[in-house]
Every structure is written in C-alpha cells, then in structure tokens.
C-alpha cells in the first residue's frame, strides 16, 4: 500500500542488532523524512557495546550514534513521556522498533508502556499508524511468540532481524541491508538496498 510518510520515530531497545538501527536511521533521512529517535537504557549499552563506541553517558552515547547516522535528528530521553512522539495529537506517521526486545514486545502488545518507546508504539496502535516491530532474540520462547502475534493481531508489522541469503551478500553489512530493506518495503517506502529476487 502506498503511504505518504514524512516523519517517522525510531525507537532503538536492548536487542541486538545496533547496525540495523543505525542502517535504517541513515536510510530513512537519506530519503529526506524526519526522524525521531529514543534509545532505552539497554539500547544505549547495545549500541555502544556492538558499534563500539566508547562506553560513556547517555549523551555522548547518543551523540555518537547520530554523528554515525550523519543527519538532522530530533532525539528524546526514553523517560521523556511528554515528548511530541507520546501524543496522537502530535506524534510522527509511523514507529518502528528496531531493533526490538522480546521485553519491549512484551510491553507493547500488552500495552504496559514503561518508557517512550513503548509508549510511541501504543500511540501508533490506537491511532492507527505504521507501527514495525524488528525482533531480535533466538530461540524464541511461547511467550516472545504469542507477544509477537498480539501485537501483530492489533496492527503491528512484524519484520524480524532475519536476514535472507538468496542475494548471496559478501558482506555483514549486505545482511544488515536485506533487514533495513524489508523495513522500507513495509513502511511503503521504495528501497535500493538489495536487489529484488529476479527469478535465479
Ligand atoms: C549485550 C546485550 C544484548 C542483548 N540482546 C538481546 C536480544 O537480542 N534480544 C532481546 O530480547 N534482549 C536482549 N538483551 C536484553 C535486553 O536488553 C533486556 O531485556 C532489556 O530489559 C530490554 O529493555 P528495553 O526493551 O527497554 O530496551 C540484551 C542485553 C544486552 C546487555
């Protein structure tokens, strides 16, 4: 389905999978839309654990991180619930999660919201919005399974941290991209990261 997106909210938990983030964050203002991001705690330590940057506050982690992703980025403290991107009235066109813990799976299909990624999610789900959901845990337990069914049930996409090798990538960050191009594909939006399947 086509959809006219400007703005999107990108909310980076303590999966792992800190490469699709910063992928997916560079591709989404590659192609001129604003973004919103929030990394949770467990986020901040994922992403400077995996992108290795040097272990700091929440702040030089994240100003790292968006120094990486090399654009205009409006950022918000996970704890910021009267943030722009808590509220239907204000919030973006689309969230997506990624990468997405199996706790904030949890939360968000239960509707708990504990922090604004969560909460940015349950917005997107009333309002009817784009909501993507990445997860990323092996193997998967009943419980991260029926989580991720009701939040699918209630509208979330699905797009599992599983990437395809039918493009044969020579390279990690070719795997990463299949992932993020899935990402794009869903949210409507055109991709140019990997090729489509042309019959073999
Ligand atoms: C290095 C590291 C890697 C982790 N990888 C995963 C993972 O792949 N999937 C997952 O569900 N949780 C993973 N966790 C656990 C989550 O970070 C933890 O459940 C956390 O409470 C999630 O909180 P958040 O969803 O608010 O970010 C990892 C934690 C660490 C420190």
């Not at 992928?23 to 400077?48: F, H, I, K, P, Y």
């Not at 991107?85 to 066109?93: K, M, Q």
């Not at 239960?110 to 009817?128: F, I, M, N, P, Q």
């Not at 049930?153 to 991209?177: K, S």
């Amino acid at each position: 389905m086509e959809r006219t997106l400007h703005h999107v909210f990108l909310g980076v938990t303590g999966a792992s999978g800190a490469a699709y983030a910063l992928r997916l964050a560079q591709a989404l203002t590659g192609d001129g839309l604003r973004l919103s991001l929030s990394l949770t705690d467990a986020g901040v330590l994922v992403v400077a654990h995996e992108l290795e940057l040097a272990r700091g506050s929440r702040g030089e982690v994240t100003r790292r991180f968006v120094e990486l992703i090399g654009a205009d980025v409006a950022v918000h403290e996970p704890g910021d619930l009267a943030a722009p991107p808590s509220s239907g009235s204000s919030g973006p066109d689309a969230v997506v999660v990624c990468p997405c813990s199996m706790s904030s799976a949890a939360h968000i299909a239960l509707g708990t919201s504990r922090h604004l990624v969560h909460r940015a999610a349950d917005v997107a789900l009333k309002e009817r919005r784009p909501l993507v959901l990445v997860p990323r845990e092996t193997p998967l337990s009943s419980i991260h399974l029926r989580r991720l069914l009701e939040a699918s049930e209630a509208g979330a996409a699905i797009v599992p941290a599983m990437p395809a090798f039918y493009h044969r990538p020579a390279t990690l960050q070719e795997a990463v991209d299949h992932v993020v191009g899935k990402v794009l594909t869903t949210l409507g939006l055109e991709q140019a990261l990997f090729p489509p399947w042309d019959g073999g």
